[in-house]
């Protein structure tokens, strides 16, 4: 469809926290597997919304000096207004047709409008891209199968800290919660113009 295609899809692409603090080597709480997955979500970017699929940045962030119980327990990271708070340059949003929106929990859904932006785009299937995925890829999918979409999680485009750990979500994801496809799957997908 190209670069300016209209939105014709019922999906939506989330891109969770690929921020720098997670993806970049001087990033506070950064793993080396967040970097290697950067060119595969870029391409699954690009693809998304060459088919006119919604592109949707999730942010976590943490308020400088504000409570939150959940942040004092962990180590500081993305730290609203700071570099490590910022989208990874790699992954350019299109301010145009792209919506970012910014979390304080581990589910993209808890205490957002993102449920909103769907339902008002008419979206059902929702593909998951991005970091950690024992934690905000598992409980966006967890609240998005709740909310009655179909998760989608790309499998080459989700990681964690411990490769045994990300292949343990991603097969209970499988199991229990939507599908776990690979990008060539995908792509065949988008083509076919199922998503």
Known sequence: MGKDAERRSNSALLVVDMLRDFTDPNGLVFYPQNREILPKVKRVIDACRDAGIL????????????????????????????????????????????????????????????????????????????????????????????????????SECVATDSDVVNQVHLEDIRKYLGDVIGMDELFARIKEGVL
């Open 55 to 154: 592109v949707i940045f999730l942010k976590h962030f943490n308020r400088v000096g504000k409570v939150d119980e959940k942040a004092s327990s962990m180590r500081p990271n993305c730290i609203e207004g700071t570099w490590g708070d910022e989208i990874d340059p790699m992954l350019e949003v299109d301010p145009a047709r792209d919506y970012v929106i910014k979390k304080r929990r581990y589910s993209g859904f808890f205490g957002t409008d993102l449920d909103l932006v769907l339902r008002e785009n008419n979206v059902h299937n929702v593909i998951v891209v991005g970091t950690k995925t024992n934690c905000c890829i598992r409980a966006t999918v967890t609240d998005a199968f709740y909310l009655d979409y179909k998760p989608i999680v790309v």
